[in-house]
């Protein structure tokens, strides 16, 4: 069974510092790993989507790498401001869109 | 972009009765959908997968007959909690796969319940 699980829980930092969360899975045979943003009592936004095959993908200030024979990855946010205060889920693909999450990183960015 | 609806946005009831929830998706057609259950501080636990026209798969653990799925049509596919108890309060969130074939979801903003 695919366990994922992202370390801190939850962290704050002052605005303009980077960020740096992580997300590490059990099984490599992964199809690919997305990160999402959450904001309290509302849905998914996709922010960043690594398949299998790749090492990073980048989206403005967002960035994330993939490890897949270490089973990591990594999401930095450049410069962080209050708006990126969320929860921010990485999640796993097993194949056929089955999307196995960790608990998420609960980011406050302080003014 | 994808846009997924979800119906009710939040919805409080009795224990013992049952409870219907609506996933849409709004600007596409969505021959798979996803319903996911979420506690609070939790991670996202994906419930089942819905097929247009056919069955739910399940996933291991939930109960089928109390979680009863129906997608009928490419834009609509409905969770109905049944005989809600108050252990099935929960944050529902459904999903719509990519209808460009790609491996991603577009979710839609969930449904909190509320079971007394």
């Known amino acids: 069974k695919q366990e994922v699980t992202q370390i801190p829980a939850a962290l704050s930092v002052p605005e303009g510092e980077n960020l740096v969360l992580n997300c590490s899975f059990t099984d490599s045979a992964i199809y690919n790993l997305q990160w999402f943003r959450q904001d309290p009592g509302k849905g998914l936004t996709s922010l960043l989507l690594?398949?299998?095959?790749?090492r990073e993908q980048t989206s403005g200030r967002l960035n994330a790498s993939l490890d897949k024979s270490s089973g990591r990855s990594t999401l930095y946010i450049a410069a962080s401001q209050p708006g990126d205060s969320a929860t921010y889920l990485c999640?796993?693909?097993?194949?056929?869109?089955?999307?196995?999450f960790g608990k998420g990183n609960q980011v406050v960015v302080i003014p | 972009g994808a846009v997924v609806s979800q119906h009710p946005s939040w919805v409080i009831c009795k224990s013992g009765t049952s409870v219907k929830i609506e996933c849409r998706s709004l600007d596409f057609q969505a021959t798979t959908m996803f319903w996911y259950r979420q506690f609070p501080k939790q991670s996202l636990m994906l419930m089942a997968t819905s097929n247009e026209g056919s069955k739910a798969t399940y996933e291991q653990g939930v109960e089928k007959d109390k979680f009863l799925i129906n997608h009928a049509s490419l834009t609509l596919s409905t969770l109905t909690v049944t005989s809600a108890h108050p252990e099935d309060s929960s944050f529902y969130i459904c999903?719509?796969?990519?209808?460009?074939?790609?491996?991603?979801?577009?979710f839609g903003p969930g449904t909190r319940l509320l079971v007394l």
């Open positions: 690594i398949q299998s095959s790749q």
């Open positions: 999640a796993v693909s097993r194949g056929n869109n089955r999307l196995a």
């Open positions: 999903s719509a796969r990519d209808p460009d074939g790609q491996e991603t979801q577009y």
